[in-house]
């Protein structure tokens, strides 16, 4: 049974930072391009960033140079660092997984909660 376990979402004031994990079980890491999606109220899931197993990153335009993300694959684990936050960036965060020639195999976890108030 695939399982993606996202921790780390939370409450923080603009300008902080937080760090989001995603824990993978049930596949084959390394063959899985790692990402995390954003979901605002109202709004339709937006991609955030992406990482292959070859740490080959891809970042959305709105979080360039405030976002870092990074994989260990001997942890089945990705992050996502997120530094100057603002309240734009409030949201329910995504773990993806989707495999390196199969785009068939991809997977959701169920979301971690962050906002970004004063």
């Known amino acids: 049974q695939v399982r993606l376990v996202e921790s780390g979402g939370g409450s923080v004031q603009p300008g902080g930072s937080l760090r989001l994990s995603c824990a993978a079980s049930?596949?084959?890491?390394?063959?899985?391009?790692m990402a995390w999606y954003r979901q605002a109220p109202g709004k339709q899931r937006e991609f955030v960033a992406s990482?292959?197993?070859?740490?080959?990153?891809n970042y959305a335009d709105v979080v360039k140079e405030r976002f870092t993300i990074t994989r260990d694959n001997a942890k089945n684990t990705v992050y996502l660092q997120m530094d100057t936050l603002n309240p734009e960036d409030t949201a329910v965060y995504f773990c993806h997984a989707e495999h390196s020639t199969m785009n068939t195999l991809a997977y959701w976890g169920q979301g971690t909660q962050v906002t970004v108030s004063s």
């Open positions: 049930g596949v084959t890491f390394i063959r899985y391009v």
């Open positions: 990482i292959t197993s070859r740490d080959y990153t």
